[in-house]
């Protein structure tokens, strides 16, 4: 079965911090895993994909096919990160559909 | 450019009225998919679509129904809504980089719509 697992449902950090939200997932073949961030009051945007291996706003992930993981990680968080993080995963051949964990909202405190 | 556009942004129907959310893109994607955004349980598959005239169902299909007559346009109906429908609903669309159903793009989503049902 496809499944995506996101552990934490609130991740509270001060600014300038480390963070690390947590992604597991489950599929029997090659997936393609998304992040997807929603800033409040505005739309679901793809923040990171693993097979552009890109740093965006200084968010990295890294896929760990024998942990299952991607995680996302920043070294020093901003105030501005505050938002809905959603990991996703895609199956190739999948036409566009997108199996979603359950979302980890973050908190950077000043 | 639209990108991807959602009417309406807010709505609340009786248990038992039926409408249908609209969704429309203005970027040749050939795939459409409609999910549903609950509390704790991030976002669901309801129905998608992998081109004109193309659709299958999703993780939570029951109650709703789609059809796909152009590449542009994927609405959603309720059927007879109930309390359980009660969501945030968000349309999407991408496409395939080599055609056919190869590997995924971006998807881009729409504003959402927030549906109560009384």
């Known amino acids: 079965a496809q499944r995506v697992t996101q552990p934490e449902k609130l991740l509270s950090v001060f600014k300038g911090a480390p963070v690390e939200l947590k992604c597991n997932y489950s599929y029997s073949g090659s997936p393609e895993l998304f992040w997807y961030v929603q800033y409040s009051r505005q739309r679901l945007q793809l923040l990171l994909r693993?097979?552009s291996r890109e740093s965006i706003k200084g968010f990295t992930a890294d896929l760990n096919k024998g942990e299952t993981s991607f995680h996302l990680k920043k070294p020093f968080a901003q105030e501005e990160d505050s938002a809905m993080y959603y990991c996703a995963l895609s199956g190739n051949n999948q036409g566009g559909k997108l199996i979603f964990g359950q979302g980890t909202e973050l908190s950077v405190k000043p | 450019n639209a990108g991807v556009t959602q009417t309406p942004k807010f709505q609340v129907l009786k248990t038992g009225q039926s409408m249908t959310l609209q969704c429309a893109q203005d970027?040749?994607?050939?795939?459409m998919s409609w999910y549903r955004q609950d509390p704790g349980m991030g976002l669901r598959l309801i129905h998608y679509?992998?081109?004109?005239?193309?659709?299958d169902q999703g993780e939570v299909p029951n109650g709703y129904n789609v059809s796909r007559s152009t590449t542009e346009d994927f609405p959603l109906r309720l059927l007879s809504a109930a309390p359980s429908q009660t969501s945030v609903y968000f349309c999407?669309?991408?496409?395939?980089?080599?055609?056919?159903?190869?590997?995924?793009?971006?998807?881009?989503f729409g504003q959402g719509t927030r549906l109560t049902v009384v």
């Open positions: 679509s992998v081109g004109a005239g193309i659709t």
């Open positions: 693993h097979i």
């Open positions: 999407a669309s991408s496409y395939s980089i080599r055609g056919g159903r190869g590997m995924n793009t971006e998807a881009f």
């Open positions: 970027m040749n994607h050939e795939y």
